[in-house]
């Protein structure tokens, strides 16, 4: 079977862009998800991602099982700490926030949940998670205690994604935040792109289809849609757009 990491380096080979909409446990209504999943499944969607910044119910597992009864997409889990791990999922992104100087975030989270992960079947992808500033303050910039890159500082932010990729990480991913105000630079993702080798995963504050496109044009790879989604489960119905 073919690891997610190769099919998405495969896409990138390609120039096949990438969708995963992003779901927070704590956000999700069983009662609607019946009609959550029908629009998951009509949407352009190619995986989907699960988690947030402070998880505090219990119904990972159940939430996935029930996924993936009723989706054939794969289910990524994106943790915001060590106790957001299920193994019904297929993979997971093992997040260093590079952008910040918070060792919780930089590795004291990773060391508590490596022999938790060692325990399951889950793909680990190594993955660099760069906050950018947004115009306001996110709930990553809350509960991680770290302040997002300045926007404007293209050679920094570039800097700090190549020594991402330099220290081994499978990935980069470019983070305006949930609900963010702003989503992240057309400039700084087009610099990135062209200077890394590796995947890039840009999300938070795209909140229009053709922030999608604008993105996928500056260089993303694959792009994650949450808050917009969440808003507006026809967030993707063209015809109403």
């Given at each position: 079977?073919?690891?997610?990491?190769?099919?998405?380096?495969?896409?990138?080979?390609?120039?096949?862009?990438?969708?995963?909409?992003?779901?927070?446990?704590?956000?999700?209504?069983?009662?609607?998800?019946?009609?959550?999943?029908?629009?998951?499944?009509?949407?352009?969607?190619?995986?989907?991602?699960?988690?947030?910044?402070?998880?505090?119910?219990?119904i990972l597992d159940d939430l996935i099982i029930t996924l993936k009864q009723k989706i054939n997409l794969p289910i990524v889990l994106f943790p915001g700490n060590p106790s957001q791990i299920s193994n019904h999922a297929d993979a997971i992104l093992f997040l260093s926030l590079i952008s910040g100087r918070n060792s919780d975030y930089l590795i004291d989270h990773q060391v508590e949940a490596a022999p938790i992960l060692k325990k399951t079947k889950l793909e680990i992808i190594s993955t660099g998670y760069m906050l950018i500033e947004s115009g306001g303050e996110t709930a990553v910039e809350r509960i991680s205690k770290t302040k997002p890159l300045d926007r404007t500082n293209l050679d920094f932010a570039l800097?700090?994604?190549?020594?991402?990729?330099?220290?081994?990480?499978?990935?980069?991913?470019?983070?305006?935040?949930?609900?963010?105000?702003?989503?992240?630079?057309?400039?700084?993702?087009?610099?990135?792109a062209q200077n890394?080798?590796?995947?890039?995963?840009?999300?938070?504050?795209?909140i229009e289809l053709q922030g999608i496109q604008n993105a996928y044009k500056a260089g993303a790879d694959l792009v994650v849609i949450g808050t917009a989604f969440e808003n507006d489960a026809d967030f993707f119905n063209m015809d109403k757009k």
């Open positions: 079977m073919t690891s997610i990491y190769t099919q998405i380096l495969q896409s990138k080979l390609e120039k096949r862009k990438l969708l995963a909409i992003l779901l927070d446990p704590d956000k999700i209504h069983w009662d609607d998800l019946g009609y959550l999943i029908e629009k998951i499944n009509q949407s352009p969607a190619t995986h989907i991602f699960i988690g947030g910044s402070h998880v505090e119910n219990n800097a700090t994604a190549q020594a991402g990729e330099m220290l081994g990480n499978k990935l980069i991913y470019l983070e305006a935040g949930s609900g963010a105000k702003q989503a992240v630079p057309l400039e700084m993702i087009q610099k990135i890394i080798e590796i995947p890039l995963i840009v999300g938070g504050g795209i």
